[in-house]
């Protein structure tokens, strides 16, 4: 059985945040995967994600041309918890992308048709951990608070050397599976804990360095994915033993991407399209299916957007499984 094979048989079996396939796609807490109450002391969680996000946005060729997205992530996250208040993760994504490019009237009097390109591979992998500082148990009234912080670095493992199906050419740098830059995060997690209701917060900023490349003919030469800033909001409500609805609001800015332009001084400019503002409302359900093993799924979706240029992102499809090692 091949890699991409693999690939598509876990999809299926599985049901079927901080995702590059445009600058402002990914609204959330990167390592929520890890989970965001206190571990426990000497414990291991493995979570695997399935994510589908879609989205597209205005040609930079100036002729009116669409160029669109169409992801799906493989995300494995394994945490390792050598104290009650540490959790130590590692992501590894796998990634397939569906570009399409779209000529516009003009573009096709030019010569220039429709094209697309299928990569597929690892991703960026995250290495990350999260540290409850302060915490709070009432064991009378069954509350507990924490407070925590994450921090972490995105690798650039992902390929930037694919190419169209149908020219040949190099694809688009945001349809390229990696970055070819480091991205850093920094972030603050409030846990509120009650019978059957959690309650949490979150914040993270993250900056990104300029891709690490010096051959001009890459598709990620002197590109920069834009610094973002991402929060939200999550309640969850346990309405049965095993089953739990949540509901969050989050949001997500991000910088315009730039890129290299020897045309215009100084050399580096914004580039179109990229960076905006977005505010999704995601709903979700969760099932503890074991004690130590459970399902869930959610759903992003953009209720309000103000984003650079013309772009559109659509609704990012998780669904997902946790297994607690102890």
């Known amino acids: 059985m091949t890699l991409k094979q693999i690939f598509l048989f876990l999809t299926l079996t599985s049901l079927s945040g901080p995702l590059y396939a445009c600058s402002v796609c990914g609204c959330g807490d990167p390592l929520n ?14 979570d695997i994600q399935n994510i589908h996000l879609t989205a597209s946005a205005e040609s930079d060729d100036l002729t ?16 390792y918890n050598p104290t009650d208040d540490l959790a130590l993760a590692v992501l590894f994504p796998l990634v397939e992308k569906y570009w399409y490019y779209t000529a516009s009237p003009e573009a096709l009097a030019l ?57 040949g050419n190099n694809l688009d740098t945001h349809a390229q599976l990696g970055t070819g830059a ?21 914040g993270t900023a993250v900056h990104r360095t300029t891709a690490y490349t010096n051959d001009p003919n890459s ?26 609805v949540s509901l969050a609001v989050e949001g997500r800015y991000a910088y315009a991407d730039t890129e290299l332009n020897p045309l215009v001084e100084p050399g580096i400019v914004d580039t179109p399209g ?24 959610k759903v ?11 772009q559109e992102v659509d609704p990012t499809y998780t669904v997902g499984t946790s297994f607690l090692i102890q």
């Open 300 to 310: 992003q979706i953009p209720v309000y957007t103000s984003l650079i240029g013309t």
């Open 111 to 167: 010569g220039i048709g429709n094209d697309e390109g299928t990569p597929f591979g690892i991703g960026d992998m995250m290495l990350g951990f999260r540290y409850f500082f302060w915490s709070e148990t009432d064991f009378k009234t069954k509350q507990h608070q924490a407070l925590a912080v994450s921090a972490g670095v995105y690798l650039p493992t992902g390929g930037t050397n694919f190419t169209s199906l149908i020219t």
């Open 182 to 202: 480091f991205a850093f995060y920094l972030g603050l997690l409030y846990n509120h804990v009650w019978d059957d209701f959690s309650l949490n917060m979150s």
């Open 33 to 46: 995967a890890s989970a965001t109450t206190q571990p426990l002391e000497r414990s291991w969680r493995l």
């Open 219 to 244: 598709p990620v030469y002197n590109y920069s994915f834009g610094s973002s800033f991402t929060g939200g909001i999550t309640g969850q409500l346990k309405i049965a033993d095993p089953l739990a």
């Open 64 to 79: 009116g041309s669409t160029e669109t997205v169409r992801q799906v992530n493989l995300n494995t996250t394994l945490t």
């Open 274 to 297: 990229t960076g905006g503002t977005v505010l999704d409302l995601t709903p979700g359900v969760s099932w503890n299916v074991t004690g130590t093993s459970s399902l869930y799924a």
